[in-house]
């Protein structure tokens, strides 16, 4: 008797699965709202804010990429003393927001938003330092520009509560950046 019920669970669960397993193949992430963060994804070179001559020096190299049927979008980025991080960013439907969760050796953040007004991705949340222990807000806000880089601000808070800028990079694609060679020679050492 208990194996004609284990048999006819087994038979159940495969019936039930089957479905899901023929449409494994299809892309899952379609909806509009999982294009939102796609104007990130790229190759880039990343530098710090320059004057109205150019860009600043030159700060580290980002590979974004969207994949798992559009549904994650990864970040592998290194700066120029080779150290790096990794990110996940998903539109979480559990949420109904975007999240971003960052880690690299030592620093963690966890945050969530979405598209502002202005089509920038702001997602605000938690930083946690291992090394201190402190855990802290941040806010980052990712803009594409008019000549297509993208400008990236990470905000904290002060002691009066206030938002300051603690990082601005300005993403070039590889590809449209005039200084690549600097870059790529700045990455080799």
């Given at each position: 008797?208990?194996?004609?019920?284990?048999?006819?669970?087994?038979?159940?669960?495969?019936?039930?699965?089957?479905p899901?397993?023929?449409?494994?193949?299809?892309?899952?992430?379609?909806?509009?709202?999982?294009?939102?963060?796609?104007?990130?994804?790229?190759?880039?070179?990343?530098?710090?804010?320059?004057?109205?001559?150019?860009?600043?020096?030159?700060?580290?190299?980002?590979?974004?990429?969207?994949?798992?049927?559009?549904?994650?979008?990864?970040?592998?980025?290194?700066?120029?003393?080779?150290?790096g991080?990794?990110?996940?960013?998903?539109?979480?439907?559990?949420?109904?927001?975007?999240?971003?969760?960052?880690?690299?050796?030592?620093?963690?953040?966890?945050?969530?938003?979405?598209?502002?007004?202005?089509?920038?991705?702001?997602?605000?949340?938690?930083s946690?330092?291992?090394?201190?222990?402190?855990?802290?807000?941040?806010?980052?806000t990712?803009?594409?520009?008019?000549?297509?880089?993208?400008?990236?601000?990470?905000?904290?808070?002060?002691?009066?509560?206030?938002?300051?800028?603690?990082?601005?990079?300005?993403y070039?694609?590889?590809?449209?950046?005039?200084?690549?060679?600097?870059?790529?020679?700045?990455?080799?050492?």
């Open positions: 008797m208990k194996l004609t019920k284990l048999a006819a669970m087994a038979a159940l669960f495969s019936l039930a699965a089957s899901a397993l023929a449409q494994a193949g299809a892309p899952a992430c379609t909806a509009d709202v999982h294009d939102d963060f796609d104007f990130w994804v790229g190759e880039w070179n990343v530098y710090a804010p320059g004057n109205e001559e150019g860009l600043g020096p030159y700060v580290g190299h980002n590979t974004v990429e969207k994949i798992h049927g559009g549904c994650l979008i990864t970040e592998h980025w290194v700066n120029t003393a080779g150290a991080g990794e990110s996940m960013n998903m539109y979480d439907p559990l949420i109904g927001a975007w999240r971003q969760v960052w880690m690299s050796n030592g620093w963690f953040i966890d945050y969530t938003g979405g598209l502002d007004e202005d089509g920038a991705m702001v997602l605000t949340g938690n946690h330092t291992a090394q201190t222990g402190v855990t802290s807000p941040i806010r980052g990712w803009t594409l520009q008019d000549d297509g880089t993208v400008r990236q601000v990470f905000e904290q808070p002060d002691a009066e509560g206030e938002w300051q800028i603690v990082f601005t990079g300005v070039v694609r590889e590809e449209n950046d005039p200084r690549a060679e600097e870059a790529e020679a700045a990455r080799a050492g």
